[in-house]
């Protein structure tokens, strides 16, 4: 430990990550608490840790929580110690004990039309747009909180784009835009210039005030869901209205189509359309001396 507490590799670390890899500031943050957190629980420098000493933090640190916590924790620990041994500082890297969990495929859960319709309506023009942005863009919180007035602007055919400058993983997009969200905007106040969402401060909102001050009014409304549960919507309904998860996936900023179908939720309805063609197939038939189910006969338990 040097420089008034701090591991110096953490210090040169964080130097190569933003100034040459290039990763955005939340994942340097988040990655730097986690690495002073396992420093300060062995005592020693990042460098001289053994397996064991991974494995005892890995069981007091990261067990129990859930299994996408856990991995990303993981990797966040695993890619700082291959930094170490590409810049030959360690021979060994005992970060190769730690175990990558399974991550389980979750539904989609995106919020219910009808609370959405409730929570836009009630909002004053700051949430109304935040939301909006949200379910209407698909965009983050932590994207949500990066724009600036100047991220806005319309093409000479008339669609408006969004330039999306801090997504996840600091990769840039554009996202089109409807009139709701326009509309949203206007409602709001669009400006030439500045940062699009500001905090009591007036400072520019980060990531976790968006998501704290949106999660806070749907509940305040008696809406179970959450500001990432608006991004869901926007996936689903996307995906029903274009059947294109090429488009969905770009539109979302996802680097994996698997990571987008965990947003796009099939329509119900289509799902019943599909399967009353299906009916309509013509039948192979009973193989012989199989007798036909009777019309109506109740399913097996």
Known sequence: ???????????????????IRGLSDNTIRVRMDLLYRLSLATGRPLRVLSPADLQRFERM?????????????????????RWLKTTEVITTDPSAVLTIPVVPRHLPRPIAEDDL?????AARPKMRAMLTLAAYAGLRCIEIAGLDWADLHREQDGSTYIHVRKGKGAKERNVEV?????N??????IKRRGHMFLGLDGKAMDARSVSRSGNR?????????????LRHRFGSMAYQLSRDLRMVQEQLGHASPQTTAGYARPS?????????????????GPRTGSPAPAAGAALPA
Not at 3 to 12: K, N, S, V
Not at 61 to 72: F, K, L, N, P, V
Not at 271 to 284: E, V
Request: include cysteine; aromatic fraction near 10%.
């Open 1 to 19: 430990m040097e420089r008034g507490g701090i591991d110096r590799d953490l210090l040169e670390y964080v130097y190569w990550a933003r100034s």
């Open 61 to 81: 640190a990261i067990a129990g929580r859930s299994a996408e916590t856990r991995r990303a924790y993981c990797c966040h620990l695993r890619a700082f110690y």
């Open 117 to 121: 319709a409730d929570a836009l309506d």
């Open 178 to 182: 409807g009139q709701i969200v326009v």
């Open 184 to 189: 949203a905007l206007r409602a709001y106040g």
């Open 217 to 229: 009014y749907l509940a305040n409304r008696g809406v179970h869901a959450t500001m990432h549960q």
């Open 268 to 284: 119900a309805d289509a799902a019943a359309r599909m399967i009353a063609l299906m009916d309509r197939l013509p039948s192979p």
